[in-house]
């Protein structure tokens, strides 16, 4: 079956640095997004990953490694506005969305 | 954890034709349900939001007679994008609100139907 890993709660320090892995088991793969959802809000569209390696933009970077069927995102110089629910979702060979649970982050002052 | 579903997984129609996209919570009732699209690279864009038993409220820039929402029971709302044209060719990906308690609820996303009009 399709798989999606991903912690379901973090917590981490206002300042620091946070990574969240997802690991994937998926029929297929053409790419793999990060989406960023406040509660009660739609999500927002972090990254986008098709090939291997680091994407880096501003505070927010996204690694993917397809051998391994794994991905992170990783938040640095974190801020309050952060708190929010994080989801990984990847795009099959059929181009459905297989959604991770989602990691939910926590930022304490 | 819950499922929810989407039929069709794909579409291709013709330009001018009305096409249904259906969501179903599998396995909980869900009094609200969500509508998104999705152009390529880019973010979930809320069309509306579905209300079991009541009229969809609609988001800024959609148009409610184009993009016809039904939530006619606790389990299913369907999208139905009428007299298509090549520009609403999009992946459409619906969610499903859960509300496991008192102040706790989980909004869970179906697969997505990728609708491609000629």
């Known amino acids: 079956g399709q798989n999606i890993d991903q912690p379901t709660e973090m917590t981490a320090t206002e300042g620091a640095i946070v990574q969240i892995n997802c690991t994937y088991q998926?029929?297929?793969?053409?790419?793999l997004f990060w989406y960023q959802q406040h509660a009660g809000e739609a999500p927002t569209f972090l990254s986008y990953?098709?090939l291997d390696g680091l994407e880096e933009k501003g505070r927010f970077s996204s690694f993917l490694s397809r051998s391994k069927g794994y991905s992170y995102l990783l938040l640095k110089e974190l801020q309050m506005k952060d708190s929010a629910s994080y989801l990984c979702?990847?795009?099959?060979?059929?181009?459905?969305?297989?959604w991770g649970a989602g990691t939910k982050l926590i930022i304490k002052p | 954890g819950a499922v929810v579903s989407q039929h069709p997984s794909w579409v291709i129609c013709k330009s001018g034709t009305s096409v249904k996209i259906e969501c179903r919570s599998l396995?909980?009732?869900?009094?609200?349900m969500f509508w998104y699209r999705q152009f390529p690279k880019q973010s979930l864009m809320l069309m509306a939001t579905?209300?079991?038993?009541?009229?969809?409220?609609?988001e800024q820039g959609v148009e409610k007679d184009k993009f016809l929402i039904n939530h006619a029971s606790l389990t299913l709302s369907t999208l139905t994008v009428t007299s298509a044209h090549p520009e609403d060719s999009s992946f459409y990906i619906c969610?499903?609100?859960?509300?496991?308690?008192?102040?706790?609820?989980?909004?869970?996303f179906g697969p997505g139907t990728r609708l491609t009009v000629l």
């Open positions: 969610s499903a609100l859960h509300l496991a308690g008192a102040s706790y609820n989980e909004q869970f």
């Open positions: 396995d909980f009732q869900a009094t609200t």
């Open positions: 579905s209300n079991e038993g009541s009229k969809a409220t609609y």
């Open positions: 998926t029929s297929g793969f053409n790419g």
């Open positions: 990953n098709v």
């Open positions: 979702a990847v795009l099959d060979s059929n181009y459905q969305l297989i």
